[in-house]
């Protein structure tokens, strides 16, 4: 007859067995938590030491990246300002929509000639935005809430000095980069240009002596908003003449100039705006006449890239474009789809229209600011949209 | 089979049951030797069976398991036994006992009979069948994590995982440290440093 004290310790040994059983190895636990959400996972950080070790692995993050980009956990990153209070603000929303999501606030940034510019790869979104005089720049990670504020390239300046950043993304070795490009102007002398590159690994800026196949007269030889997009670790760029692309290629570290079709940019270039955009992987060009007659919008993509062949595609929108609130492409989303600019439609909701080319089919998705303690909801004017991949590469 | 028989039966019932064997100008018409037999029968094992070649498996707690071939080389490991010749009377699984192995042998068998997934409807089929083929206590699912990791079976293994991640999606640490027995070795000021680097996520 057993006892009551046996009987117990038969169930506890039974229990401890079982509970011993349930020990993973490494591989499996990196398997699961490679399917989790950011947030998730920078939770469980205080799991275990060894958990943490693990997660803060590079090759954890890579293949988290994989999979979030194969499982399309990706989201939309906006980016507001404030003119009343002066303050910047880096917010997320779900990609079908839904409330905004308060990830950063920037203080006390300048109000004046407000223009900004952001570019997201691989997880990263590098922000910048200049007041004509000075021009800042940050790389941030949306998904773990993270900024860094980049240092400036250059302490010196002849004259006056335009700054431009631009991202991009280096395959063969695995990490985002920085090139800053800055033009000297000065009276009576030849501009210079100063090319320097920053790279998230060592988090320092390198100056670099390369050849610039441009000549440079004047002070903007860069086209419009700076725009750039990168393609197969190739930073590109529209000049000022609209009819050709400096190229920047990040392995190599060498300029060069892309030629775009001819077809792509009509002659009417007062009213013709062509964007730079990355659709499906591949550089294309929008153009939309803002004095269009017809609500069509054309995008060139530039399918072979090495024998410079470039496709056309018509997006037309259901009403004019300027019913609409006259939008422009701004990014691309999981490889189909086309984002353009926010367009606020009331005092809690802002819409976006987005544009599927598998369907051609339009959809407005409505971003809603719900009670946020810090934003002003009269004040506030939303500027960039950027469709993003979760990652959790650190910065 | 052929094993047992020797050259005069070979020679009468080649015919019948190696139709697809090649004859060359030299051989004699009907006449096989063993030795020919057995060097095609190395170069072309599918044509020469027919295609319900079983494998028996076992079990840690030695329960056997008849399974088709097909079925069974859903499992890399079970696999690259068969190809290293280590099958011959059955494949020992010492890892996997056999309730968890029944299982297995029941999602193998479901995802070699679906056709691959071209039509919806067995693509639709086959989600409901994975649906609910995870609806079972935590126990079993690790097992069957485990058995999937041992036999290397990608899809289960994929399948599995995704189903645990999204069971502890948003568990607090302490919930994470119960489900799968971790012992929290941070001291108390360290855990609060962690916590601190990503304190938005505790909300």
Redesign the interface.
């Known amino acids: 007859m057993e006892t009551l004290e046996q009987r117990q310790s038969t169930i506890q040994n039974d229990r401890s067995q079982?509970?011993?059983?349930?020990?993973?190895?490494e591989?499996?636990?990196e398997?699961?938590?490679s399917?989790?959400?950011v947030?998730?996972i920078?939770?469980?950080?205080?799991?275990?030491?060894p958990?943490?070790s693990l997660i803060s692995n590079p090759s954890f993050t890579k293949l988290h990246s994989t999979r979030a980009a194969v499982n399309h956990r990706t989201a939309l990153f906006i980016s507001a300002h404030d003119p009343s209070t002066r303050k910047r603000y880096f917010l997320s929303a779900a990609h079908d929509g839904g409330s905004l999501t308060h990830l950063i606030t920037l203080d006390n940034t300048p109000t004046r000639c407000d223009i900004t510019e952001s570019q997201h790869l691989n997880g990263l979104v590098l922000f910048n935005y200049g007041d004509g005089y000075q021009n800042y720049a940050f790389v941030v990670n949306p998904s773990?809430?993270k900024v860094l504020k980049l240092p400036n390239p250059t302490n010196y300046a002849i004259g006056k000095t335009d700054i431009c950043y631009f991202f991009g993304f280096d395959e063969s070795r695995n990490e985002h980069k920085v090139l800053n490009i800055t033009t000297h102007v000065a009276p009576s002398v030849k501009p210079v240009i100063e090319i320097m590159i920053f790279s998230l690994s060592n988090y320092s800026w390198r100056k670099i002596d390369v050849e610039f196949p441009l000549i440079v007269s004047q002070f903007r030889w860069c086209y419009g908003l700076k725009r750039s997009v990168c393609v197969n670790s190739v930073i590109h760029l529209m000049l000022v003449n609209q009819k050709e692309l400096l190229a920047f290629d990040l392995r190599t570290e060498k300029f060069s100039i892309v030629k775009i079709c001819s077809d792509a940019v009509p002659h009417r270039i007062i009213c013709n705006r062509p964007h730079l955009i990355k659709v499906d992987g591949l550089l294309g060009v929008v153009c939309h006449d803002q004095m269009m007659t017809n609500n069509d919008v054309y995008v060139w993509i530039l399918q072979d890239y090495e024998n410079g062949v470039w496709v056309r595609e018509t997006i037309t929108f259901p009403k004019s474009w300027s019913v609409l609130g006259c939008p422009f492409p701004l990014d691309s989303a999981n490889m189909e789809e086309i984002i353009f600019s926010l367009n606020k439609e009331s005092k809690n909701v802002t819409g976006v229209l987005m544009y599927n080319m598998k369907s051609g089919c339009f959809k407005s998705v409505q971003l809603t600011l719900d009670n946020h303690p810090f934003l002003c909801k009269e004040h506030v004017q939303f500027q960039q949209i950027k469709w993003y991949v979760e990652s959790m590469v650190p910065l | 089979m052929l094993k047992n028989l020797n050259s005069k039966h070979i020679q009468r019932f080649s015919y019948k049951y190696l139709p697809q064997f090649p004859i060359s100008p030299n051989s004699p018409k009907l006449g096989f030797s063993r030795s020919q037999i057995a060097n095609y029968r190395s170069n072309f094992p599918t044509t020469i069976m027919s295609s319900s070649k079983t494998i028996v498996l076992r079990s840690s707690d030695g329960e056997t398991f008849e399974v088709d071939e097909a079925v069974a080389v859903e499992s890399q490991t079970i696999k690259h036994m068969i190809e290293d010749g280590c099958a011959d009377t059955s494949i020992p699984l010492p890892n996997v006992t056999s309730k968890i192995l029944s299982k297995v042998i029941e999602y193998c068998k479901k995802h070699v009979e679906t056709p691959n997934a071209d039509e919806k409807v067995a693509e639709e089929d086959l989600k409901s069948f994975d649906a609910d083929f995870v609806k079972v206590d935590q126990?079993t699912l690790?097992?069957l994590?485990?058995a999937a990791?041992y036999l290397n079976i990608k899809s289960l293994?994929d399948l599995t995982?995704?189903t645990?991640?999204d069971m502890?999606?948003?568990?607090?640490?302490e919930e994470?440290?119960k489900t799968?027995?971790?012992?929290?070795?941070?001291t108390p000021e360290e855990?609060e440093e962690?916590?601190r680097?990503?304190a938005?996520?505790?909300e």
């Open positions: 079982q509970r011993a059983k349930i020990s993973f190895p591989e499996i636990i398997e699961i938590l399917r989790l959400p947030k998730s920078l939770r469980f950080k205080s799991v275990c030491k958990w943490r773990t809430h | 126990s690790f097992d994590i485990l990791n293994l995982c995704q645990v991640a502890i999606k948003g568990k607090t640490p994470i440290r799968f027995n971790i012992k929290n070795d941070f855990e962690v916590r680097e990503n938005w996520a505790f």
